[in-house]
C-alpha cells in the first residue's frame, strides 16, 4: 500500500511540473459564461492558468459570452479584445492589457494561429505556413502555434499549411490586419509496407579499382538531403514548387526567396557566396558554390564548385568541381574535379572527370573513371573503363572491353588482346614478348638475347596494330625499338635497333598464332661508344644504307622474324 501512494505521489509531482513548464498562453482553458463581466472571465482564467492580469482604464465590467473547451489561451484572449481598442502584451505569468480611446495605432500585418490534427485534435508541431507571393514561411512550434507577417496593404492573402503525411491546405484571409485562424489538416493514409524489389548485384568481374572513397555516389547526394530536410522542414513539408524570374542570395536563404529558396526555381539567380534553389531556366552565378535540387539550364558558374541533382543543359564552370549526379547536355570545366552520371558532351578537369555513361569527350590532367565510353577519353595518367568505343590516350589505358583504340604506354583490356611470344630473327636472337591492348593498337615489351653465345641482349618498347581477316588469320604490323648491348658492359652507349614488322599470323588452336613476315631494320650506334665495334660486329654484312658522322652511324637492312604466341 506505501509502494502505491509514493507512486501516485511522484506521478502527481511530475504531471504537476509539467504542466508548470507549459508556457501560460498555450494553457488551456474551457469556459461556458453567458453574459458574464470580464472581470469574472478574467478570474475563472486565472484560476485555470495561474496568470495575473493587469490592466488600467479598462472596462472590466462589460459583459461577454465565451463558450470554449480546451482552448489555448492565447486564442480565448484575442476574442474577448477582438470588440475593444485595447491590446495585451505578456510578461511571465503577467497579462498587460493596455487600452486606447482612439483606434489603435497601425502595427505590421500579422496572422497567428494553430493548427491541430483533423482527426484527433492533437497539435502539430513544425508545419510549415507559407505565403508563395512573398516567399514568407513559419513554422508551427511544439504546440501547433504559428505566427507570419503578411503586406499591410493587401485585401487579400492566400495562406498556405503544408505538414509531410498530411493533405496540403490553403487559406484566402481577407484584412490580414487582425486574424487569427484555426487550422485542422487531414492525414494522409498510411501506406502498408511493400517487400522491395532486389536489384542482383552485377558479377564482380570488373578491373575497375573501387574509387568509392574518391567518387561521390548517389548515397552521399542522400545523407545531404536527409540532414538539409532537418535543417530546413520547408524541404520535407512543402511538396509545391515555386518560381521566380530574378533571385538574388547572399547564403541560403538569406535572399529574394527567403526559407522557400528549396522550394523555388528561378530564371537568373545571383549567390554572393552560396544559393540553394530547385532549378535555374537561364544562368546561375555564384561566388563559392551553387546547389541546385533539380535541373540547371543554360550557364552555371562558381568559384569553388556547382552540385545539381538534377539535369545539366548548357555549360557548367566551378574553380574546383562539378558535381551533376544525372545527366550532363553540354560542357563540365573544374579546376579538380568532374562527376555526372551520363554525360552527352564535354568534360574538362584539371586532375579527374567521373562518369557512368559518356557519348562525348573525357579530358582530365591525371584520371579520368567511366563505365561506358562512346567517345574519347584523354587523360596525362590514367583513363579507365568497364566499355570502351572510342579512343582512349593516356599514360595507361585500362578496360574490361575495348573496340576501338587504346594509346598509351601500357593499355589493358581484359578482354582484349594480351599475348606472350618467344620470337627469332636475322640476328640470331631469341626474344621474350609481351603485347597488352586491343588487336587495333597493342604495347610491346622484350627482352632477348643471342642465342648463339649469350653475349648480348637487346631489351624494347614497341606498338602493334592488327587487322584481323577470319577466326584463324590475322595480319600485324609492330613497330619496336631495342636496345643493344654486351653482357657484359658496364655502361649504356646508344645502339638502338628500331624494326618495323609486317606478319602474316596463323592460328591453328584458339589460344596459339605462328607468325611470320619480312622486317625493315634501323640500326642507330653512337661510333665512340666503347662497345661500338662489338655490336657492329654481329649485325648483318649487306645493307641497304650505311651511314657514318663524326658521332653516329646509321645502317638499314631488310631482315626477318618468326614468332610463336599464346594467350
Sequence with gaps: MCRVVIFLFVSFLFLNSRAQNIPYLERTVSLDMKDRSVAEVFKSLSDQTGVVFSYTQFNDQRKVTVNCYRKPLRIVLGEILSASNCMYKSKEKYIIIKCSETPLPSIPAEISGYVYNATDSSKIDRASIYIEETKRSSLTNEYGYFIISCPEATPKVQVSIAKENYYDTTIAVFNPKK??????????PVQKNVKPF??????????SVKT????????????????????NTNVQNIADTFFTHVSVSFLPYVSTNRFLSANTVNDISFNILAGYSKGVNLM???????????????????????????KLTGFQAGGIFNINHLQTNGMQVAGIYNQTQRLNGWQVSGLMNYADTVRGCQLAGFLNEAKDVKGVQVAGFLNRSKK?????????????????????????????????????????FGTFVFGSGSNAFYNIFSVGTDLKTQAYWAYGYGIGSGYKFSDKWNLAFEATARHVQPTRASGIYLNLLNRFYLGVEFSPWKRVRLSIGPSYNIMVADTNGAYFDSVQGILPSRTLYNHTTPDVNVKMWIGGAFSLKFL
Design 179 to 188: 486574424n487569427s485562424l484555426v487550422v485542422y489538416l487531414n492525414p494522409k
Design 198 to 207: 532486389v536489384v542482383q548485384p552485377e558479377k564482380k568481374d570488373s578491373l
Design 212 to 231: 568509392d572513397s574518391v567518387i561521390l555516389k548517389e548515397d552521399y547526394l542522400a545523407k545531404f538531403r536527409k540532414n538539409f530536410k532537418t535543417f
Design 284 to 310: 546561375e552565378i555564384g561566388g563559392i558554390v551553387n546547389v541546385d535540387d533539380g535541373n540547371v539550364k543554360y550557364f552555371q558558374m562558381a568559384g569553388v564548385g556547382n552540385v545539381v541533382s538534377g
Design 388 to 428: 570502351v568505343s572510342g579512343v582512349q590516350v593516356g599514360f595507361l589505358n585500362v578496360s574490361d572491353s575495348c573496340t576501338g583504340v587504346p594509346l598509351g604506354f601500357f593499355s589493358f583490356v581484359k578482354h582484349g588482346y594480351h599475348k606472350i611470344g618467344l620470337e627469332t630473327d636475322e640476328l640470331g
